[in-house]
């Protein structure tokens, strides 16, 4: 009884029940530590039976799952770019707050300077004013020899 082996569903036969088979884990035959156990439970096989007849065993395969969607944001884009406007601006501020400061500051420096360079040269006038020392060139008048007759000096 040589019949060539056919796939599918054998002529004037009846197609037979599907076998489920569940596999037996082998125990080990020494006593070793403990392996980390995959979860959950051995897959059953499962044969079935296509309309054209072959039969097809294996594992039961779950269909992957969808990563979930990218969540949303806390924090609204709009309400973002309102903080970040309000940074620069304060930023602005502290930066012209600065300048101002900083021109206050130049503008006492300068004032001081001037008033140093007054100072200065008042003194050095004053000196040149009262000291003692010989005069060189100029007309001299002595006011108490003077005459004075309608407001012409005659000396």
């Known amino acids: 009884m040589n ?3 056919a796939y599918g569903r054998p002529a004037g036969r009846e197609t037979a029940a599907v076998e489920v088979h ?3 884990p082998l125990t ?3 006593t070793a530590p403990p392996l980390p156990v995959q979860p959950g439970t051995i897959p059953t096989v499962a044969s079935v039976v296509l309309p054209d007849g072959r039969v ?3 594992y039961a395969i779950e ?3 969808p990563e979930p969607a990218a969540a949303k944001p806390a924090v609204s884009v709009a309400a973002v ?3 970040l406007g309000g940074v620069g601006f304060l930023a602005v501020c502290g930066g012209l707050f600065l300048l101002t400061a900083f021109i206050t500051a130049l ?12 100072v200065i040269f008042g003194g050095w006038i004053a000196v040149q004013v009262f000291t003692g020392g010989g005069h060189q060139g100029g007309t ?16």
Do not use: M
């Not at 503008?107 to 140093?116: D, H, K, P």
């Not at 001299?140 to 000396?155: D, E, H, L, P, S």
């Open 3 to 5: 019949e060539p082996i």
């Open 22 to 24: 569940t596999p037996t």
């Open 28 to 30: 080990p035959a020494h």
């Open 56 to 58: 097809i065993t294996g």
């Open 63 to 65: 269909p992957a799952k």
């Open 81 to 83: 770019n309102i903080a």
């Open 107 to 118: 503008t006492a420096l300068i004032t001081q300077l001037i008033v140093l360079a007054a």
């Open 140 to 155: 001299t008048v002595n006011i108490r020899k003077a005459v004075i007759k309608r407001n012409k000096f005659y000396g």
